[in-house]
């Protein structure tokens, strides 16, 4: 039997079949789980549509985290649809463009540190608060994705870094708020993977070159790697984990003096 048996989940953040949701997707529906999926917009819709009929799933609904409105409508509909709900997962990041790349201090502006927040961080607190009536008294979980940067100076992440570490800080107070009503609330943080947010990328391709002969493991992740940690951590087999960043990323963040050997 599958550790996601009878388990509902909501998968925020496909837009396509390297997203690491999708892996998620995947890991989650072999393990049991029932999916549902939102899109961020029209454009997204068709793509999504296709993983949800790949997972058996036939609940879709669009949703920009920038909305409220739209954030209550998906509630809404899975109130309708399930009555109830066992996962949320979080995996959307965004700052404009122009935020990403040259040096923290040239490039950081009031306008582009406000959506890298509101989107890659407030969004996850927005679906716990408006998801948790669902979620109550029934062993829930909810996972978001985060990235080295969050604790580390990385060249370029910039102001992401900053998201990050707040949406880090957002998993510790969450669980610490859910905890008592029975969700649970992890991060995983996973090492570079070749997705469309890291389309574009300058240097990524060095990046993950840099990964795979640096990491102990001497390879880089992928969207299968995560998509596992990702089922553990949402079923009953992790009860007793809260409020904790797992790391995917082959061992990555724990080697000092890289290089050398
Ligand atoms: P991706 O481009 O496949 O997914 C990013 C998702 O964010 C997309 O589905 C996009 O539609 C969604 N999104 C952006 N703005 C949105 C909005 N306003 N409303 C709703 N959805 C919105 O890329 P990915 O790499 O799979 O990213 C998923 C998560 O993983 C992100 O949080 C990212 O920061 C994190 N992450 C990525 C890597 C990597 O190297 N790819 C590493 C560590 C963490
Ligand atoms: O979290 C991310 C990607 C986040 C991201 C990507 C984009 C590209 C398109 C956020 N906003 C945007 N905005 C866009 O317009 N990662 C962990 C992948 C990533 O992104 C980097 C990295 C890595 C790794 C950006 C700079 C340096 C390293």
New binding site residues.
Partial sequence: MGMLEGKKALI?????P?????GIAEAMHREGAELAF????EK?KSRVEKIAEQTGSSLTMP????DDDQIDAVFDTLKNEWGALDIIV?????APRDQIEGEFADVVSREGFRIAHD??SY?FAALARAGRPLMEGRNGAML????LGAVRAMPSYNV?GLA?ASLEAGVRYLAHGLGPHGIRVNGI??????????AGISKFRAMLEHVETTAPLRRSVT?EDVGNTAAFLCSDLAGGITGEITYVDAGYNIVGMAGLD
């Fill in positions: 925020v953040g496909v837009a396509s390297r997203s690491i949701a999708w939102t899109y961020q917009n997204l949703l920009d985290v920038a979080h995996a959307v990041g965004f989107i890659s969004s978001t994705l985060s990235y992401m990050k943080s996973a090492g570079p993977i070749k997705t469309l947010a890291a969207i």
